[in-house]
């Protein structure tokens, strides 16, 4: 599951003994789709994942865990549970497209009260998280929010319509992660900025960008390389390459230690310009 959601380009934390976490003890979970959430909890000001021991412990009236994912303000997701969690209950009249309760049914928790629209970033999160799980399983038909799942709820409130988040969970089963004109998430274009234009300093790598880059993202910094080789200069080269001319005068530019290549050809002739 961990492993999955990394792949899909999302931050992951592991909550210590996730793997094994149920409230059956492990037994009894045949998921055939998804139900998604929101805490209804306190807002961001409380910090960025107050609910998070809830939907692991769970409440006095309800034993945990609360979900088997759950999103942070920040869009990390957690892996909570591996087996069956106490998220959903039974849905109005036994059944819903044959899931019949929390056995039959992935949860995720995301961090909101609900009183206010949830950031489209964070819903693009949640509908990658959704789509990573259930690959292989079942289509994006078997997604539904809570309030669909039972009348007696009202989450996702103040998110994108059901019917949007599934349109959008298809997208990213097919292959597709698109967030931009581009067809990248925002977190890709600062990584490849600190990837091909700076020292790679880990201190300054962009707190977005996945712990293990999905191959999609390699593929795409192959395809930026090639059009900067075909179209011109970044301005992390001009930077150095005025640098360098200059005598190297002043703090070295933050661009990578081993200088490309093709950045030499390019100091050369500027060099000779003068």
Same mark, same amino acid.
């Given at each position: 599951m961990a492993q999955r959601l990394r792949d899909a380009g999302l931050k992951v934390a592991e909550v210590d003994g996730w793997k094994s976490r149920a409230n059956n003890s492990g037994g009894n979970f045949y998921p055939k789709g998804f139900v998604v959430h929101h805490t209804a909890g306190a807002g961001p000001s409380a910090g960025k994942a107050p609910s998070l021991n809830i939907c692991i412990y769970g409440r006095s009236d309800l034993a945990g865990p609360l979900c088997n994912i759950y999103m942070d303000y920040e869009g990390t997701v957690y892996t909570i549970a591996a087996g069956s969690a106490n998220h959903a209950g039974y849905p109005d009249g036994g059944n819903y497209k044959g899931m019949t309760g929390?056995?039959?049914? #992935?949860g995720l928790e995301i961090e909101h009260p609900g009183t206010y629209p949830l950031e489209p970033e964070r819903a693009t999160l949640a509908q990658r998280a959704v789509a990573a799980i259930i690959k292989g399983t079942c289509d994006e038909s078997m997604v539904c929010?809570?309030?669909?799942w039972t009348r007696q709820k009202i989450d996702l409130a103040t998110a994108?319509?059901?019917?949007?988040?599934?349109?959008?969970? &298809?997208?990213f089963l097919a292959g597709k992660p698109q967030e931009d004109e581009?067809?990248?998430?925002? #977190?890709? #274009?600062?990584w490849a900025d #600190?990837?091909?234009t700076t020292n790679r300093d880990p201190a300054k790598r962009p707190k977005g960008a996945p712990e293990k880059i999905p191959d999609w993202a390699w593929t795409g910094l192959d395809e930026i390389k090639t059009i900067g080789n075909r179209y011109g200069m970044i301005q992390g080269e001009r930077d150095w390459i005025v640098w360098y001319n200059g005598g190297k005068k002043g703090d070295r530019p933050n661009v990578p230690s081993t200088i490309p290549e093709r950045w030499w050809p390019?100091?050369?002739?500027? &060099?000779?310009q003068k």
């Open positions: 929390n056995s039959t049914a #992935w929010y809570h309030a669909e994108p319509p059901a019917s949007t988040f599934r349109a959008e969970v &298809a997208k581009m067809g990248y998430p925002p #977190w890709f #274009w600062d #600190w990837y091909l390019d100091q050369k002739f500027t &060099a000779q």
